[in-house]
């Protein structure tokens, strides 16, 4: 019987320890800028940050955040 693997996509979402991981910033200044990203985008403080979002906001490459992203 073959082995099957499950393909996982990639996330569409991206955490305040994502952004320590690819800013080296600290966690405090992580959050910061997930607010200001909810704010600049219309959104509600419990609201998720897209990937594509977090990119725009910093002008930063998508292929290249998405690396950091991948387990």
Not at 1 to 24: E, K, Y
Not at 29 to 40: E, G, S, V, W
């Amino acid at each position: 019987m073959p082995i099957t693997h499950r393909l996982v996509p990639p996330r569409m979402v991206i955490f305040a320890r994502d952004i320590q991981n690819i800013t080296g910033r600290s966690e405090r200044t992580a959050r910061l800028l997930l607010q200001r990203i909810r704010k600049a985008n219309g959104k509600k403080a419990g609201q998720f940050v897209s990937v594509a979002e977090f990119c725009q906001y910093t002008a930063l490459p998508e292929a290249e955040v998405r690396v950091y992203l991948e387990y």
